[in-house]
T-cell receptor
């Protein structure tokens, strides 16, 4: 069972470069999420998609864009990377109802120099 | 916004010892999740508590929800090195999204 698959696992970018983080889930979940995890800051929601065709900003959306390509896939794009975006990024999915746990991918470690 | 405060921030125990991690909410808890994260990996869902007084167990890990205290506790009995990792509590907000505590890092010494 693949669950939530994120690519790539590691990435190093130079300031100003762009990249897209890919995420796919095979659990037929309605909702998908992108979080970043930083030491001392916990998990912070960047963007989420409650259902196919919709996306909404989370707590820290600046500098990011997302695309819900279909029910399975939710990508996160950094148009012009900044050192402040160095972080570990997690994609997650859930059935989307109250009391539906999140299922997480293994994360992408991004370093921006 | 709902905030979740976990305590302690970190914990070092000798293998075989029991331990408890707490998660306190600033608002009424309608449901609470516990996750575990190993270094370099994503969060793994452990269990969900929905009702006040509810208690769930998974192997040697037991979690309880006290609605009155707006608190949940995670108790590990006879800890093993495999229990080491970061434990995070999470809760649904009224906006339909999840919020998380900052995590408790558990080290189990053999």
């Amino acid at each position: 069972n693949a669950g939530v698959t994120q690519t790539p696992k590691f990435q190093v970018l130079k300031t100003g470069q762009s990249m897209t983080l890919q995420c796919a889930q095979d659990m037929n979940h309605n909702s998908m999420y992108w979080y970043r995890q930083d030491p001392g800051m916990g998990l912070r929601l960047i963007y989420y998609s409650a259902s196919e065709g919709t996306t909404d900003k989370g707590e820290v959306p600046n500098g990011y864009n997302v695309s819900r390509l279909n029910k399975r896939e939710f990508s996160l794009r950094l148009e012009s990377a900044a050192p402040s975006q160095t972080s570990v990024y997690f994609c997650a999915s859930s059935a989307g109802q109250i009391n539906s746990p999140l299922h997480f991918g293994n994360g992408t470690r991004l370093t921006v120099t | 916004s709902q905030e979740l405060e976990q305590s302690p921030q970190s914990l070092i125990v000798q293998e075989g010892k029991n331990l408890t991690i707490n998660c306190t909410s600033s608002k009424t808890l309608y449901g609470l999740y516990w996750y575990k994260q190993k270094y370099g990996e994503g969060l793994i869902f452990l269990m969900m508590l929905q009702k006040g007084g509810e208690e769930k167990s998974h192997e040697k890990i037991t979690a309880k929800l006290d609605e009155k205290k707006q608190q949940s506790s995670l108790h590990i009995t006879a800890s093993q090195p495999s229990h080491a990792g970061i434990y995070l509590c999470g809760a649904d907000t009224n906006a339909g999204k999840s919020t998380f505590g900052d995590g408790t890092t558990l080290t189990v010494k053999p």
